[in-house]
Structures are given as structure tokens and as C-alpha cells.
């Protein structure tokens, strides 16, 4: 015995197989679910793609600061004048010019004994540095690019380290100067330092640095870290002097240009 499909109606009140309809509608959501899933796969696939490409733009940004000492112009890396709006005592305007351009070397006898063996971790891939003076020619700050072999974990140890031992203030882990000859920086040596800064970027492979002190070639007796010398109500001679602020103002101008040229994130504003 067999029985025949039963009837129903479409909108237009015309009678249709209801098993028939039935199956129409199966079909229907099958192939909704078959699109469904496989936008949702897309969408899932896109993120993980976009995951992908963000963090190889990041490590190909970060290889990118590694090379620079040799794929950037040392005009670029260390302008011949230095704008520095804002940056002195008060928010006074700064221009500072350059004098001398080191050439670019390894890290031996570059450092003080005791920074190296700080510095020792990451390792010297090559060493950049330049001095300037400001407008009055009365202050000389040297500015350093050491470019490291480390990886990002690496440079995210040392500026750990660097953070929570305070190591940028203390006054035997100070850089040298860079003196050159026939310079008004001439007589800048470890003795007329005065007020530094180091920083220690964690995009970018890459520790910037920067000394100052007199033009007049006076000795400094008790040497202050820029991150104090430009707080409010400092009577130390450097920070009166504003040294802190020289230091403070040209690495910073000088790590912003690092950043420019690997196309990394901006870590601190300044």
C-alpha cells in the first residue's frame, strides 16, 4: 500500500506536495549552513592572516632599526642642526648644531668598564655618535646610537634591568664623550661630564644615549642624571645650568629619528 504525498498551499492558495516543500526548505538550510561556515572560516582566517601581518610588521621593523646605521645617511641619524621645541628649562626652545661625527665603530674602549659589562648582554653590532653644542656655545652633549645584536626579548631584559635597578642614575655607569679636535667640544672629556641619559628601546635593537657638560672644559664634581636635573625646584649646577635638559632633549629628538626611519611605535612621548 502506498500513500500519496499530502497537499498544502503556497501564498497563492495553490496546492503543493508538502513533503516536497519540506525537502525544498532542507536544501535551503543546508546550503545556508554550508555558507554560513564558510564565512565564518573566511572571517577567522582573515584574523589570523592580519594577526600574522601585524606581527611581521613588527619584527620586520624591528630588523629594519638594526640596519640603519648603515641603510640611513649619519645627516639623518644626527642632523646637522637639531630642533628642540620645548625642550629646555621652562619649555624654552632649544637648536643645537652639530660639531663632530665620530666614525662609526665597534664598542671597544667606547664605554667605561663598568657599563660595558652592563651593556655586554645585548652585544655592539656597531657604534654611532655625535657631538653638539647649543646656541650659546656654552654647553657640548654628545648623543650615541649603540646598535645591539640582541633580539627583542633581549633588549626587553636589559631595559628591565635598566628600569628596576635605576641603572640609567647611577654616576659609574655614565657614557663617555666624544671630544674632537679643533672643536668647541675639544676639551670635553670624562671629567667634564655632568648630566646623561640612556634609554634602552625595546622595538628597535638599539640603546640611545647622550652626555653633556661646559663648553669651557670645567670639571664636574658631582655629576646629575638628566631625570633629575630637569625636575622642578633641582639647585644641583647642572640642572641649573639646564644640562639635564640638553642631554634629555637631543636623545630624545635623536631616538624619535630612529624610530622615523624603522617605522616603530613611539615608546614615550617626550
Known sequence: MSFGEPEGYDEDARPHPL???????????????????GLIGGAVTGSWLAGDSGGSGARSGFAAAGDLWRNVPVDQLFPPTVRGGGAGPGGADRVWTRVAVAPDSDCEEAFDPLLRKVLDPVG??????????DATRSHVTTVGLLFTKADAAGMASLARRFDTERLDRRTDLMPLPY??????????????????????????????????????????????????????GTTAAPAQAGLGHEARGLADRVERSVRGHAGTATERPS
Open 19 to 37: 513533503g516536497r516543500r519540506g525537502r525544498s526548505r532542507a536544501v535551503a538550510a543546508a546550503v545556508c549552513l554550508v555558507l554560513g561556515a
Open 124 to 133: 655592539c653590532a656597531r657604534l654611532l655618535r655625535a657631538t653638539y653644542t
Open 179 to 232: 671630544a674632537a679636535k679643533d672643536t668647541v667640544a675639544a676639551g670635553f672629556g670624562t671629567r667634564q661630564r655632568a648630566s646623561w641619559t640612556i634609554s634602552v628601546l625595546t622595538d628597535a635593537p638599539v640603546v640611545v644615549y647622550a652626555v653633556s657638560g661646559w663648553a669651557d672644559g670645567r670639571t664636574v664634581a658631582a655629576p646629575q642624571p638628566a631625570e633629575e636635573a630637569v625636575e622642578s
